[in-house]
């Protein structure tokens, strides 16, 4: 008996906070929405700061609230905060029940992505945008708008892509070429340098031709002056009657030898007499 009436005392008592925590969640959320209000209101009046400070309030009262968070998006977007503005519609759009609430977040997140030329995400978004509501013809023309400009920008990367490619071709091209010229170069260098040592042995060729023609004439002269084999040997020439003999010759050559030998002393004799002896040093 005792057990059955605390089971009941405890589920009463789960049953009473249950309903305090949702009095007190809705109260929040009331309390929410009038702070989302006064944002709208001081927004309207082109109160930026103050409404974005209601905004900020709002959703910290409540976890409920995506208008608040949807409100504060469209003050970013309009402020060109775009990527403030897309992390508040991306919380709306996740945080709100209603179809229609989710429509609007996801429409604007697409907006956001044109912004960025973002064109996939953004195709993506309108198309998210209108599952949530197939009838909007605004968010219908924004993705037809958001296709066209995605086409447009993938022709054109395609296009620099295209140029990239030729570019590179013709860089290998060049790079090709220019190897080709740099071979060519070595080759002729390479054909000069034989070229030069063949001229070296030419003139080495032609030195020993001039050489060989030298010894040939050299030789031939030599034999010029060889006396044939037969030939007689030449005869002492006859002296003639006005020569002195050899030995008269040799007589006038002591003579004279004599003579300067008489002549020299006296002009030592001499000398020795004129030089000055020094007795003392030279400072």
């Known amino acids: 008996m005792n057990l059955k009436l605390t089971f009941l005392i405890a589920l009463i008592s789960c049953l009473a906070f249950g309903q305090d925590d949702e009095k007190a969640k809705q109260k929040a959320l009331e309390q929410s929405k009038d702070l989302t209000w006064e944002g709208n209101?001081?927004?309207?009046?082109?109160?930026?700061?103050?409404?974005?400070?209601?905004?900020?309030?709002?959703?910290?009262?409540?976890?409920?609230?995506?208008?608040?968070?949807?409100?504060?998006?469209?003050?970013?977007?309009?402020?060109?905060?775009?990527s403030e503005a897309f992390g508040r519609f991306k919380e709306a759009g996740e945080l709100a029940t209603d179809k229609e609430e989710k429509h609007v977040a996801y429409h604007n997140m697409g907006n956001v992505f044109m912004k960025r030329k973002d064109y996939q995400k953004a195709v993506e978004a309108y198309k998210e945008a209108l599952r949530n509501n197939p009838t909007d013809e605004e968010t219908r023309y924004n993705l037809a708008l958001a296709k066209e400009m995605l086409e447009k920008d993938e022709q054109k990367n395609d296009q620099n892509q295209d140029n990239k490619n030729e570019q590179d071709k013709q860089d290998e091209k060049d790079k090709n070429e220019d190897k080709k010229e740099g071979d060519n170069e070595d080759e002729n260098k390479e054909d000069k340098k034989d070229e030069g040592d063949k001229g070296d042995e030419g003139n080495e060729n032609e030195e020993k031709k001039d050489d060989n023609k030298e010894g040939e004439g050299n030789e031939k002269k030599e034999q010029e002056k060889k006396p044939e084999e037969g030939d007689e040997q030449e005869q002492p020439q006859q002296r003639r009657p006005d020569q002195l003999s050899r030995q008269q010759v040799q007589n006038l050559l002591d003579a004279m030898q004599n003579e300067e030998k008489k002549v020299q002393e006296k002009i030592d004799a001499q000398k020795v007499k004129g030089v000055k002896v020094k007795n003392e040093k030279d400072w």
């Open 41 to 82: 209101k001081q927004l309207s009046e082109d109160k930026f700061v103050d409404a974005e400070m209601d905004y900020r309030r709002a959703i910290a009262k409540s976890d409920e609230n995506a208008a608040a968070r949807y409100n504060l998006g469209n003050a970013y977007y309009n402020n060109e905060t775009y």
